[in-house]
């Protein structure tokens, strides 16, 4: 019967070109509008390591003001002091830890007809491409040795490696920055979580860093962080020695924990450190430690902007309102065709076929919708990428996935379907014999 009433739709629609190709370009309006903010939004909250995520968590201590919060209501840092970052650290509680923060360097390339020039880079420790499960073109990570040994080894990303040797293999090479000898020991491939978890304080939707340095190098050679950086206090006095020593708050640490039981134990052992720092006269403020995985850290974060949200519910209220531009267009539509029902119904039709004819003829009108809506949202899409073009993170936010696609024609049917069944319930109830005395 599926066929049948398919066929009645798409002549029905044949019969009525006009206000078939309105009701489309309706629902393909709502779509496109709706699901450009739905993508984007998508995008933005998506899990950027879905298969790890439960097992990594950012690590929080409040060592702030004792008079005031770091963040309102009650909110401790959202990052580490090198004191504790280092302590946390070397006390190896978990299975994996990575502490980084963010820095810079400038590359002297071994061609002299190339001039220098600056990177970002990332000064972290060795677990880091394991615990993230960093893919690579060339080579690996370094290992704990070198961070404990403060060996000079570098890791690039691809875009540096092929700048700096082609399509070569570089690894064993050596690359100088800021007058330092480094030997490379892999290359990342194309690697891009979005949003870029590990280091959400600078920069949520920002390019991963071009080069990645032993934390341990980093201290020995005073390199200055190039991130977000928080002090409640004054440091005392000037200088590398005192900033490390300061109460300021400017690293991250990740710790990897496998289950209940090794995040009980790790909770219990931040608690334990924490006593000890009040001790010794530090932490100032009740206990407040606080462990978050991928995404819960992403929902405190509030990564995905308030604006986004707003967005999203304007987006929604239009596809209302396209659909109820669709419910009146389908009502003159079957008004116009009361005679046609009141003949079928005459010879024998029952309202259930009434119904399921019309109801097939609007799943096929949602079809048409949702494909051109899919087309009215890679405009939407593009739109945002010429107007936000500056901005790098921008060009990651506006791809369409399958995901997106079927989500967009599945909307489709299901708004259409919902458009269809005040005017589809009036035609199943018009009266035969008073559609027949007019004919």
Request: proline fraction near 4%.
């Amino acid at each position: 019967m599926f066929r049948y009433y398919a066929k009645l739709g798409l002549l029905s629609i044949r019969r009525n070109p006009v206000l078939s190709a309105l009701m489309v370009a309706a629902i393909a309006t709502g779509i496109g509008a709706c699901m450009t903010i739905v993508n984007i939004d998508y995008v933005m909250s998506g899990n950027p390591i879905p298969h790890r995520s439960e097992l990594l968590y950012h690590v929080q201590l409040d060592s702030w003001d004792p008079y005031e919060a770091a963040e309102e209501p009650n909110e401790p840092p959202d990052q580490l002091t090198y004191i504790d970052g280092k302590a946390l650290l070397e006390a190896g509680k978990a299975r994996r830890q990575v502490l980084s923060y963010r820095t810079g360097r400038v590359i002297q390339p071994e061609d002299d007809a190339q001039l220098p020039f600056q990177v970002s880079s990332l000064s972290t420790t060795a677990d880091f491409f394991q615990m993230f499960d960093t893919p690579f073109l060339y080579g690996s990570g370094w290992d704990k040795s070198d961070d404990d040994g403060m060996a000079y080894v570098v890791v690039l990303s691809r875009a540096i490696s092929e700048q700096l040797f082609a399509d070569e293999d570089p690894v064993g090479r050596n690359v100088v920055m800021n007058g330092d000898t480094y030997r490379v020991t892999g290359v990342l491939d194309t690697w891009q979580p979005t949003p870029k978890f590990y280091d959400v304080s600078n920069d949520s939707f920002g390019e991963i860093e071009e080069v990645f340095f032993p934390f341990s190098i980093s201290i020995a050679k005073e390199v200055d962080s190039y991130g977000n950086t928080n002090c409640w206090k004054p440091t005392g006095e000037t200088g590398w020695q005192a900033f490390i020593n300061s109460e300021c708050v400017w690293m991250q640490l990740w710790v990897e924990l496998h289950g209940d039981e090794e995040r009980e134990e790790y909770k219990a052992f931040l608690n334990a450190y924490v006593e000890s720092q009040k001790a010794a006269g530090r932490f100032p403020r009740p206990m407040n430690n606080r462990l978050y995985d991928v995404m819960q850290w992403m929902q405190n974060r509030e990564v995905v902007e308030d604006d986004v949200q707003v967005l999203l519910g304007l987006a929604v209220l239009f596809l209302l309102v396209c659909l109820l531009n669709t419910i009146g267009l389908l009502l003159a539509k079957i008004m116009r065709r009361s005679g046609d029902i009141g003949l079928r119904r005459a010879l024998g039709a029952s309202r259930r076929a009434i119904f399921s004819q019309y109801i097939v003829e609007a799943g096929l009108i949602g079809i048409a919708g949702g494909i051109a809506g899919i087309g009215m949202t890679m405009l939407g899409l593009q739109g945002i990428k010429l107007l936000y073009g500056e901005f790098e993170f921008v060009e990651r936010l506006v791809r369409l996935d399958w995901v997106m696609i079927a989500t967009a024609i599945v909307l489709a049917v299901i708004s259409a379907l919902g458009a269809a069944l005040y005017p589809t319930w009036r035609a199943c109830g018009i009266h035969p014999a008073s559609q027949l005395k007019s004919l």
